[in-house]
C-alpha cells in the first residue's frame, strides 16, 4: 500500500515562482527514480524532470534553467523548484516514484493525484 501526496500547486503571475513536494507514504522497501510529469487537455503527459536515488537528474529542454528537482531521501519526498513561470508551463503536474517492495525484485511505478499549476497575469 503506497501513497504519493503532492502539494505546492497554485496561481501564479509569469515569472513567479512555486515549489511543489511530493512525499511517499506506506509499505515498501526501496524508492529508486522519483520524477515530476505535466499534463495539458488534449495533450499527452510529458517529463519535466527525474531524479535518481543516487542523485542523477534529467530535464526537458523547456525547463532546463528555470526549474530545479531534488529530493530528501530521509523524508521520503521529492520537490521540484519552479523560477521563471511562462503561461505555456501551465498543466496538471503529477508526481512518479518507482518503488521496490522487496529487495531483489523489480520496481512498481505509483502516481500522485495530480496539482494544478496556473500561470496567468
Known amino acids: 500500500q503506497v501513497q504519493l501526496v503532492e502539494s505546492g500547486g497554485g496561481l501564479v503571475q509569469p515569472g513567479g515562482s512555486l515549489r511543489l513536494s511530493c512525499a511517499a507514504s506506506?509499505?515498501?522497501?526501496?524508492?529508486?527514480?522519483m520524477g515530476w510529469y505535466r499534463q495539458v487537455p488534449g495533450k499527452q503527459r510529458e517529463l519535466v524532470a527525474t531524479?535518481?536515488?543516487?542523485?542523477?537528474?534529467i530535464y526537458a529542454d523547456s525547463v532546463k534553467g528555470r526549474f530545479t528537482i531534488s529530493r530528501d531521501n530521509a523524508k521520503n519526498t521529492v520537490f521540484l523548484q519552479m523560477n521563471s513561470l511562462k503561461p505555456e508551463d501551465t498543466a496538471v503536474y503529477y508526481c512518479?516514484?518507482?518503488?521496490?517492495?522487496?529487495?531483489?525484485?523489480?520496481?512498481?511505478?505509483?502516481w500522485g493525484q495530480g496539482t494544478q499549476v496556473t500561470v496567468s497575469s
Open positions: 506506506g509499505s515498501f522497501f526501496s524508492i529508486d527514480d
Open positions: 531524479i535518481s536515488s543516487g542523485g542523477r537528474i
Open positions: 512518479n516514484s518507482e518503488i521496490r517492495h522487496a529487495m531483489g525484485y523489480r520496481p512498481s511505478d505509483y
